[in-house]
């Protein structure tokens, strides 16, 4: 009994020590962030905006019966840093900023040529923002100016950028966290996605709201950082895919050839590369970079029979030769051009040579320029459509 006793008072005791939901906040009482901009202004400062959650227009927009209001505002302030500029979106909300389910970072292109380096602390000391986020450099314009183009398929711009980086076999929401990591290791340089605004019918210039040609984001390649986190210009969207088979995070890339007046183009889905570093007795470096890639033929329009096995290997040869020279132009271009290692050669050696490495990479921004890097590429066509040759050719006119 004395026992039970004992036990019922130590249990009382602990209930005391229970702290239970006491710094909890209500979802009504606060302001849910889906994208933040970031815009340099005079002596240094920096304006912030963001992309703010309606959500009662959020649940029911373009739905039947429902309000057609857009299911999201945008709100901006300039400050003296970035907290400054936040305190004073914070004067403006009636309910607390919350960054827990922030999905885009947009960087106007002036903000990035200023540099990075001091302004990411506050992000990164914040418990509630997640560093599962996209990041975006807006291409020949500010941040906020991306921040109210309307999407006509997505809720919200940042959802659809987000998924428009997807559908792109890109980085997508590992985007931020691959900048972070890039920018405190040696051998590799940090590169961040480009976005601009365009118009969704080519070369229009219309963009009214009610138009058919609207405003939109559209994905425009990857921007170039130095070490000091400075923008240093762009590669194409072409150049970026290269980039990202080199580092092996590319996810899918349709590839198209064309030859006089004929063309094909295939769909790879399987994508890897393989990098071979190789020392000569001086300990200078070279490396050897093996692509490969496993797809469907998608469009054929040659005279080639796509039945035939000897076909299909001579079709795989010249996408072969033609990633080839696309891909050791762009690593040519790099080294030329920014004479930084976005691809992570460096990297390589560190994990393959860690002990060479240690001699290396207090020089390798200087070396790498100027290192032989030589592409040969592996792909396959694992599916070919449909049987025989294209439907413009007659098979007495195709090539058994």
């Not at 936040?86 to 919350?98: G, H, T, V």
């Not at 590839?255 to 790879?268: P, V």
Request: charged share 30%; aromatic share 8%.
């Amino acid at each position: 009994m004395k026992k039970r006793g004992m036990i019922h008072f130590v249990l009382c005791i602990s209930l005391l020590f229970l702290s239970g939901c006491w710094d909890r906040k209500e979802l009504n009482d606060r302001a849910i962030w889906l994208a933040t901009g970031w815009d340099a202004t005079e002596k240094g400062g920096v304006e912030i905006s963001g992309q703010i959650v309606i959500p009662a227009n959020l649940s029911t927009q373009s739905g039947s019966g429902g309000t057609t209001e857009e299911g999201f505002y945008a709100v901006s302030a300039k400050g003296k840093n970035v907290v400054d500029a936040l305190n004073k979106i914070q004067a403006k909300l009636s309910r607390e900023e919350y960054f827990g389910h922030r999905r885009v970072i947009f960087l106007g292109e002036e903000f990035a040529k200023r540099g990075l380096k001091n302004e990411l602390d506050t992000y990164q000391r914040n418990p509630d923002i997640s560093l599962r986020t996209d990041i975006f450099v807006v291409k020949g314009d500010k941040a906020k100016a991306l921040l109210t183009v309307f999407s006509p398929l997505e809720k919200s711009p940042a959802v659809a950028v987000l998924k428009e980086h997807k559908q792109s076999g890109g980085r997508g929401d590992t985007a931020y966290l691959d900048f972070l990591m890039a920018a405190t290791k040696k051998g590799i340089q940090p590169t961040i996605p480009v976005i601009e605004i365009s118009h969704s019918i080519e070369e229009g210039s219309d963009g009214k709201e009610k138009s058919a040609n609207k405003k939109i984001a559209q994905l425009a390649g990857v921007s170039v950082f130095d070490s000091n986190l400075n923008m240093l210009g762009y590669l194409s969207e072409e150049e970026d895919k290269h980039l990202l088979w080199v580092r092996g995070i590319l996810k899918k890339m349709t590839l198209s050839i064309s030859k006089k007046g004929r063309n094909a183009s295939i769909n790879l889905t399987k994508i890897s590369c393989d990098i071979k570093p190789k020392f000569d007795p001086y300990n200078q470096v070279s490396f050897t970079v093996n692509l490969k890639g496993t797809g469907t033929l998608q469009e054929n329009n040659s005279s080639l029979d796509m039945t035939q096995t000897k076909n299909i290997n001579r079709l795989e040869k010249r996408f072969e030769k033609e990633v080839q020279k696309q891909v050791q132009k762009t690593i040519e271009k790099v080294q030329k051009e920014y004479g930084m290692d976005i691809f992570g050669f460096g990297e390589v050696i560190h994990r393959n040579h860690p002990v060479r490495w240690k001699s290396l990479k207090d020089q390798w921004d200087q070396a790498f320029p100027n290192t032989t890097i030589t592409v040969k590429a592996d792909i396959k066509i694992n599916r070919i459509g449909m049987e025989g040759p294209g439907l413009l050719y007659k098979e007495s006119g195709s090539k058994k």
